[in-house]
């Protein structure tokens, strides 16, 4: 059974910075691209970095410049580096691993970690 158990989020002001990470156990993470979604209240979850295998990332334009997603194969742990964080990140933000289309390959999810920046 994979399980993907997400942390590190918590309260920010505007402008900070904070890691998060995810650990995915099973074989989901090897070989796979992963990636960090997140929700916001009221809107749909959207795909917001991705990295291959390979460690070739991509990223939605609203965080282009201030989030670096990476991995750790060993650790099959994959981190999402948030920095000159603005109150418009503040969601759930969930990991899984994407098709090339960005859809979640897993349909399960983790329990995310909630990020919320204060203005």
């Known amino acids: 059974q994979v399980q993907l158990v997400e942390s590190g989020g918590g309260l920010v002001q505007a402008g900070g910075s904070l890691r998060l990470s995810c650990v995915a156990s099973?074989?989901?993470?090897?070989?796979?691209?992963m990636g960090w979604y997140r929700q916001a209240p009221g809107k749909q979850r959207e795909l917001v970095a991705t990295?291959?295998?390979?460690?070739?990332?991509n990223y939605a334009d609203s965080v282009k410049g201030r989030f670096t997603i990476s991995r750790d194969n060993a650790k099959n742990t994959v981190y999402l580096q948030m920095n000159s964080l603005k109150p418009e990140d503040t969601a759930i933000y969930y990991c899984?691993?994407?098709?090339?289309?960005?859809?979640?390959?897993?349909?399960?999810w983790g329990q995310g970690t909630q990020v919320t920046v204060s203005s």
């Open positions: 899984n691993s994407p098709t090339p289309y960005g859809t979640p390959r897993l349909p399960s």
């Open positions: 990295i291959t295998s390979g460690g070739r990332t």
């Open positions: 099973g074989s989901i993470f090897r070989g796979n691209a």
